[in-house]
């Protein structure tokens, strides 16, 4: 499984659910971001003003919208992650930090 379908339940926090539930998606992206867990909405929603993913549904083959951006900067170390979710891949685009830029890596399991 590529994407997670979780629900978020007040007081007990993620729990795992079915896909037509889901209020969250768990997802194993490769590089530094690892574990990641998204605001999804699905169907012919907008996500206008919600802060939401738009998600194909998919647990296998994950397509999200918009394109997913993650960072740190710290002390020690920085690292910058950008790339779009599509058909259960992440395309790194050119501005990442990682050795990964302009590739398409399958997403791990979760």
């Known amino acids: 499984m590529k994407a997670k379908p979780m629900l978020l339940v007040p007081g007990a926090g993620y729990v795992e659910c079915e896909a037509h539930e889901a209020t969250h998606l768990a ?24 802060g ?8 296998d083959a994950p397509t999200l919208r918009p394109s997913v951006l993650t960072q740190y900067d710290g002390a020690d170390r920085q690292w910058r992650c ?17 050795d990964m830029a302009n590739s398409t890596v399958p997403l791990l399991e979760v």
């Open 27 to 50: 997802l194993r992206i490769p590089g530094p971001t690892g574990l990641l867990t998204l605001p999804v909405l699905q169907g012919n929603t907008t996500r206008a003003g919600t």
């Open 52 to 59: 939401c993913w738009t998600w194909n549904g998919s647990t």
């Open 82 to 98: 950008h790339s779009w979710i599509s058909d259960g891949a992440a395309q790194f685009l050119a501005d990442c930090s990682h």
